[in-house]
Every structure is written in C-alpha cells, then in structure tokens.
C-alpha cells in the first residue's frame, strides 16, 4: 500500500472469489439420513426365560424360544448387539416389577404392568410404559449413567417377554431395517403411568391402614373377652 508504483494491486483478486475453490463448497447431502441409535434393549445379563431355562441375553440364539405373556414360547428370529455407549440406568429393588433380584435397567426400556387400574381404565389387561417413569414407586430410583452395551431381539411379532422370573419386558416388531412405532399394546405416558402408580399406591396405603385398623379391633375384642374371663372368675 505504501509502494510508489501504481501497479502494485495489479495481480489482486477479490475475497470472495476464494469461496468457488473445492474446499470451500459444503458437500452435497447424500439424501440419506444418520440412523438414530435405537432405544430400549437388553442389558447382557439379563435373565429371559426360554425353553431350556433361564439364559442371559448375551446367551440368546437366533432359533432360541423365549416365553411370551401370550403367546406361549416363541421363536427368536434375530438377535442384534449394540456397541456399549452411555446408557442412561435405573435401579429396580427385587420384588418392584416381578424380578427376583435388585437389578439395573436401562431408562428407555419398556415393561409391562398388569395393574387393576391400568384394566378400568383402558380395558386392557396389561399396558408398557418406560422404566424412567416408574422412579419413586416401590423404591425404583435413577442410577449414575454407564457405558453398556445393548442386545435387540426380535421375534415375528411385537412381543411382551418374560425375564427375570416374573417381569414383562416389551420387545417391538421389526420391519425391515426399523421398528414399528405403533404397537399392539397400549402405551402409557409419563404423566399416565405416574397417576395410575399413584392410585395404587394409595390405595396399598389405605388397604394397609384398614388392615391396621382391624387387627386393632380384634385385639380389643380380645382384650375385653379377658376381662370377661376374670370377672367371671372372681364372682364366682
């Protein structure tokens, strides 16, 4: 800018003419999609109940019959393992969900409740509703996230299996390469599934305070038959 001649800009080109150059052009979009990672999945070690026994789902082979909630053993079609990432848990005391031991649970994973109020409510016997909307009900709490890894079975039909010696897990239809979002079994919402947790647990609350009260009362019948008993006594 300070030269004397006045050909100094002669060979200069304009910014924006750097834009045309390869690198700068943003790559056309191959017009297909980045697959979202699937949710729900079974941990490896879950226990399902099979035709040979109780095997973990690491175990499970494509030809293995898995006992369903209505449809007696069905046959695995496949089996998928996830590459372990994040998985955001929950923890389930025994006894919360059927299961016979504490075990962990992936948040997005889907169980079944067969609750009286699910029945009046939706006329349906048993409905799924995700793990992360029962926290708080029969002690289930969220859990610190971990890196696991996840196993997808799929079956011909969407399927209610049974694991851990009393639990209802849901397992989607796969059609294709995608599972199929709408289901045969009635799913319940995070606000549907904590007002219908929260009229059973009152209503155990309230069966429990009846029962408490009764056996106050028995006990006072017994109380007074003593007294009885020994005015009885002492007339004579």
């Known amino acids: 800018m300070l030269l004397d001649h006045s050909t100094s800009f002669a060979d200069c080109q304009p910014v924006g003419l750097l834009m045309d ?38 175990n499970v082979k494509p030809g293995d019959k898995v006992y369903t909630l209505d449809g007696g ?19 389930v005391p025994a006894g919360a969900l ?12 889907k169980v079944g409740l067969e609750l009286a109020a699910v029945e009046r409510l939706f006329d349906v ?8 909307s029962l926290i708080g009900h029969k002690g289930i709490s969220a859990a610190m996230p971990e890196k696991l890894a996840r196993i997808y079975l799929s079956f011909a039909e969407e399927e209610m299996i049974w694991a851990e010696c009393g639990m209802l897990v849901h397992v989607a239809c796969e059609n294709g ?33 009846k029962d408490e009260d009764d056996s106050r009362d028995n006990d006072s019948e017994d109380v007074l038959s003593a007294f009885d008993m020994l005015r009885g006594l002492l007339a004579a």
Do not use: C, Y
């Open 21 to 58: 150059f390869p690198a700068a052009v943003a790559p056309a979009s191959s017009g297909r999609a980045r697959p979202r990672p699937r949710t729900g999945g079974l941990l490896p070690n879950a226990m399902l109940e099979t035709d040979r026994g109780f095997v973990q789902a690491r």
């Open 73 to 91: 053993a069905q046959e695995v079609m496949a089996v998928k393992h996830a590459v372990p990432r994040l998985t955001s848990l929950v923890h």
């Open 98 to 109: 059927g299961n016979d031991v504490d075990l962990m649970l992936p948040a997005d994973q």
């Open 125 to 132: 016997p048993t409905a799924m509703t995700k793990v992360v």
């Open 177 to 209: 390469t995608e599972f199929e979002a709408d289901g045969a079994f009635r799913e319940l919402s995070l606000a549907e599934a904590r007002q219908i947790l929260a009229s059973e647990d009152g209503r155990a609350l309230s069966d429990a305070g």
